[in-house]
């Protein structure tokens, strides 16, 4: 299975996928990498790995539209199967999804539809989690649909809330639940196990 992974950050999710399909726990092949800061780490960890990449910066364009259109191009050019948004903090619009529909996923660090949609990303969401007082927090890998965080629930695994949590230390015990699920949804993907039934994906074994 040919991936597209768009990335912003750090870059530990990607990681996750090339360890992975390292450790042949994944048939795959991440044919291209876009970053949406020339800055992220994220572009280093593909340069390390041999894997191309390079940055697409929304604000380098005129508009959203040409922006989500250099991304579509570099994804159709190299024949891309499956765009993974692994710690991408841009929303893409109705046009981006249509034109990958039904294969866009997304890592979510929460349990959907908790703490999601516009302006839950990144430390925000822990903060959140920490101010509401839950007990338990977890990850969300979904397929992308036109909303934000609202598409069909592929995989979910719970994350205890301690007491003497803080934001950060809370994203780090996320951050390594998120690293298991997504690889494990795309390989689930890639072995064709995905069903999607109105708004629940059903996995077959
Ligand atoms: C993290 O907040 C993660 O929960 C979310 O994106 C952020 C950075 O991920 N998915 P990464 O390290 O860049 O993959």
Do not use: W
């Amino acid at each position: 299975l040919k991936l597209g992974v768009l990335v912003s950050g750090s870059g530990t999710n990607l990681q996750a996928i090339i360890d992975s399909i390292k450790a042949g726990k994944l048939n795959a092949s991440i044919e291209i990498v876009i970053s949406s800061r020339e800055d992220a780490y994220a572009l280093k960890r593909a340069r390390d790995n041999n894997i191309e990449s390079v940055a697409i910066c929304p604000e380098r364009y005129l508009s959203k539209m040409e922006y989500e259109e250099a991304m579509i191009k570099k994804l159709k050019e190299a024949k891309v199967e499956l765009v993974v948004l692994a710690g991408y903090i841009k929303v893409l619009s109705p046009h981006f999804v249509r034109a990958f529909a039904g294969r866009i996923i997304n890592i979510h660090p929460s349990l959907i539809p908790a703490f999601c949609g516009k302006g839950y990303y990144g430390i925000r969401v822990h903060e959140a989690v920490l101010e509401y007082g839950v007990k338990v927090t977890g990850a969300t890998v979904h397929f992308v649909d036109e909303g934000t965080d609202t598409g069909p629930i592929i995989l979910q695994k719970a994350v205890e809330v301690r007491d003497d949590d803080t934001p950060e230390i809370l994203a780090k015990r996320v951050l390594e639940v998120e690293h298991e699920l997504l690889p494990e949804a795309i390989r689930l993907f890639a072995e064709g196990k995905l069903e999607v039934v109105g708004r629940r994906v059903l996995i077959k074994k």
